[in-house]
Nanobody
């Protein structure tokens, strides 16, 4: 059973930084694609960033390119999302997700099989 546990959310001022972590367990994740998504109140869940575990290929939503960086630590089975230059519009619950045999960076929400519980990120102006 795959388990994903996010941490690192919090309250930060605009222009600040946060690093989210997603600890993954229950499988060997070599054949998985991982993603970070976010959902703001009243809005649909949206893709933020993704990574192919086996080769480290990454992809980003246009809204976060140049500000956010996704990475993984194979030894710790952990995926990170480094968020810099945060804006109030980045405020949302952030979710980690995993899909087995994903082809490249997977951006579609419905393609993912496993989800974490989410961590709140609030950016004040």
């Amino acid at each position: 059973q795959v388990q994903l546990v996010e941490s690192g959310g919090g309250l930060v001022q605009a222009g600040g930084s946060l690093r989210l972590s997603c600890a993954a367990s229950g499988r060997t994740f070599s054949y998985y694609s991982m993603g970070w998504f976010r959902q703001a109140p009243g809005k649909e869940r949206e893709f933020v960033a993704g990574i192919v575990w086996s080769d480290g290929r990454t992809g980003y939503a246009d809204s976060v390119k140049g500000r956010f960086t996704i990475s993984r630590d194979n030894a710790k089975n952990t995926v990170y999302l480094q968020m810099n230059s945060l804006k109030p519009e980045d405020t949302a619950v952030y979710y980690c997700a995993a899909v087995q045999w994903g082809v490249g960076v997977v951006t579609r929400t419905r393609a993912y099989d496993y989800w974490g519980q989410g961590t709140q990120v609030t950016v004040s102006s």
